[in-house]
């Protein structure tokens, strides 16, 4: 299978943690060349000295604040400037705070639409030139199984989510006939921050213990425990590669099972 990413620029969004740090490792792992965007400095700092680093092979960062569309629209174009043409865009965000989607506030819905659906498509719209004149070009969006399944309690979550499905699937009849795909991760339950954070909130709101409330997820997975970001991450890598020419426009669940759902 040819996962060799040598020679490839890749911009992974969100790269300081969890499953986009992990995609980062990996993709630097194949051989790419890796670009890593997120809020913080430090923490890209960080991240960016875990990538594997052999000769001839570098990386790079860039701060940006996804709910800022102008910051990410200036970090792109520093990354191109700076780094070259962009052949692998990885599009990946803290996703919203959970609640009910009828007691969310309407900013609530508008800030999430900023930090996902609309940074995806300046960061899209920025690499397409240059994935077309490669002829190469993957865009792989780190969503949610709550597109094909919504999760309770994370309303405004499933409803940006869906909305960035839907997006992709329509720039994948579009940049088709360029040699770019457009797919989407949809990662389950997968132990990282976002995944404690939630179930921290959800045993203070039913007054029951985080331990109760993990075992509960996990057991309404098949594989009966929580993912790791490493296996979504290898997903990633498979998507970007040339192995995946022909798959485009399509949602790949990565939830050991847990969609009800073919």
Known sequence: MRIDLTSRH??????????GRAAAIELGAQGAEVTLLSRS?????????????????????????????????????????TRGA?????????????GAAIDAEVDEYRAAFEAHL????????A????????????????????????????G????????VASWAKTIS???????ITVNNVLPGFTDTDRLSSLITAKAAKAGVSED?????MINSVPARRFGKPEETAEAIAFLASPAAAYISGVNIPVDGGRLGAL
């Open 41 to 81: 400095e430090e923490s890209l700092r960080a991240a960016l000295a875990e990538l594997p680093q052999p000769a001839g092979q570098t990386h790079g960062f860039f701060a940006a604040d996804f709910a800022d569309a102008i910051q990410v629209k200036a970090a792109i174009e520093q990354v191109l400037s």
């Open 118 to 125: 609309v940074a995806n498509q300046i960061l899209t719209s």
């Open 173 to 179: 009849h579009e940049l088709g006939p360029f040699g």
């Open 127 to 154: 690499v397409v030139p240059g994935m077309k004149e490669s002829a190469y070009g993957r865009i792989i969006n780190v969503i949610s199984t709550s597109v094909r399944q919504p999760i309770p309690g994370l």
């Open 86 to 98: 962009v052949h692998i865009l990885v599009n990946n965000t803290g996703g919203p705070p959970g």
């Open 156 to 163: 405004v979550s499933n409803t940006i989510r869906g909305a």
């Open 10 to 19: 890749a911009v992974v969004c969100g790269a300081t943690r969890g499953i």
């Open 212 to 216: 109760d409330v993990r075992n509960e």
